[in-house]
């Protein structure tokens, strides 16, 4: 199913978090008022960044070397085209977008370059106050580390403070109890946090089921005691 929306209310932290949960093929196209892209995605990852004059344009080629033929692209190439493409598209804030799923057909040959977990924590130390109270507004919330995280923490090239972020988070501290322990000021946490949840590297710890009364370590020794005299 396409995913489509506007810019103003989904950012590409947003939109790039669900098509990296995904790992899919596809196509995003972005239009502004006066720019065209269409941003190529191999399991999940940005291969290739394509202005075009015509959205129609961008869906007469299934392949994607037909799509490099017509551009005059080198598959060489790729990376240094991609790096200096993606800040112009990263600069569009307002707009509508699109992504198709499964509708180009790559070759083996085509690598990814730039994982999609290092783009979305440097978007996310860029977002504003307004963002990330949209995911981090109760200061009392608790995370802890998804099972792979070392695994995604190399690929999205984290800060020095970013790692020390992610170093407190146990599953046990609140938001408010690493601001207080690391000194750092509130943005800075919640940006990083915005970005840990988008990459995948935390979660929302699970609250620990509670019987409907609680019971001291005596009581319960007590009743453990009754029934096994019984």
């Known amino acids: 199913m396409a995913l489509t929306g506007q810019l103003e209310v989904f950012n590409f932290v947003d939109i790039f978090q669900i098509i990296r949960k ?7 196209v972005v239009e502004s008022d006066d720019k065209k892209f269409a941003v190529y995605f ?7 960044i394509r202005e075009v004059k015509k959205v129609f344009y ?3 080629d299934i392949e994607f070397e037909a799509v490099l033929k017509k551009e005059g692209v080198k598959k060489e190439d790729l990376y240094r085209l991609l790096v200096g493409k993606l800040p112009v598209l990263l600069a569009v804030k307002k707009g509508k977008f699109s992504f198709t799923p499964g509708f ?3 070759s083996d040959d085509i690598d990814v370059y730039v994982p999609l977990e290092k783009i979305i924590m440097f978007l996310s130390r860029q977002l504003t106050p307004q963002e990330v109270e949209r995911k981090i507004s109760d200061e009392k919330l608790v995370y802890e580390k998804a ?4 695994e995604l923490a190399e690929k999205a090239y984290l800060t020095e403070k970013e790692k020390q972020i992610l170093e407190a ?6 938001v408010e109890d690493i601001k207080n322990e690391l000194g750092i000021d509130d ?4 940006r990083a946090l915005y ?3 988008a990459v995948g590297l935390i979660k929302r710890a699970k609250k620990k089921k509670k019987l409907g009364f609680d019971l001291t370590k005596g009581l319960l020794k007590k009743i453990i005691g009754v029934i096994k005299g019984l």
């Open 58 to 60: 961008i869906y007469l």
């Open 22 to 28: 995904d790992k899919k093929d596809g196509i995003l």
């Open 187 to 190: 943005l800075t946490l919640k």
């Open 169 to 174: 988070i146990d599953g046990k501290k609140t």
């Open 42 to 48: 191999k399991d999940g990852n940005i291969v290739y």
């Open 147 to 150: 099972e792979n995280w070392e």
């Open 104 to 106: 180009i057909k790559y």
């Open 195 to 197: 970005g840990f949840l």
